[in-house]
């Protein structure tokens, strides 16, 4: 069992920053793929940001480039989600998710998809206005 919990969410105007946390523990070696999702009312679940290779490699969806960063710390037990220059329309949910093996899918886009992942957070809410 891999537990994951996120933190750090909360009310920021338009504009402003937010920076989300997501402790792992459990049966892992800490070295798969990691993730952001993030699912709005009405809408699917949506992937954000995806961490690989020990932090060699990220990728972001085209809504967040150059506003939102994903980073681990040393020990890959905290993920985290620096989110800069917030928009209304990214109001969500956001959780973390554990991916199956070392590497994200290889297909475009692929990362994106929630059966992709084998573990989740509970998630943490973020509301911009």
């Known amino acids: 069992h891999v537990q994951l919990v996120e933190s750090g969410g909360g009310s920021v105007q338009a504009g402003g920053s937010l920076r989300l946390s997501c402790e792992i523990s459990g049966s892992t070696n800490n070295l798969n793929y990691m993730a952001w999702f993030r699912q709005a009312p009405g809408k699917e679940r949506e992937g954000v940001a995806v961490i690989y290779t020990g932090g060699g490699g990220t990728i972001y969806a085209d809504s967040v480039k150059g506003r939102f960063t994903i980073s681990q710390d040393s020990t890959k037990n905290t993920l985290y989600l620096q989110m800069n220059n917030l928009k209304p329309e990214g109001s969500a949910m956001y959780y973390c998710?554990?991916?199956?093996?070392?590497?994200?899918?290889?297909?475009?886009?692929?990362?994106?998809?929630?059966?992709?992942?084998?573990?989740w957070g509970q998630g943490t809410q973020v509301t911009v206005s």
């Open positions: 998710a554990h991916g199956f093996s070392d590497y994200p899918p290889a297909d475009d886009d692929s990362w994106r998809l929630a059966m992709e992942y084998n573990y």
